[in-house]
């Protein structure tokens, strides 16, 4: 088991039901797979940082790693 600490932005936060909350979770877990329990929409565009760099749906997740899942906005 692995510990990791999630913090959710914007609209994530509604979805999920929480804004940062920590996650036991098994020692092979993706990034995808962490979306996937928290409930993100994985058609939504979003970045993902893992202890404040960019991670990639198929990196495995290491014991507390701090994630942020974030929508991408646009506008101007």
Not at 7 to 15: D, E, Q, T
Not at 23 to 48: C, E, Q, S, W, Y
């Amino acid at each position: 088991m692995m510990k990791v600490t999630v913090k959710l932005i914007g609209p994530f936060i509604y979805r999920a039901g929480f804004s940062e909350k920590e996650f036991n979770l098994p020692g092979r877990t993706t990034a995808a797979d962490l979306l996937r329990l928290i409930n993100v929409d994985m058609h939504r565009p979003k970045i993902m940082t893992r202890n404040g760099r960019a991670v990639a749906p198929a990196e495995m997740l290491a014991d507390r790693d701090r994630i942020v899942v974030s929508p991408i906005y646009s506008g101007g």
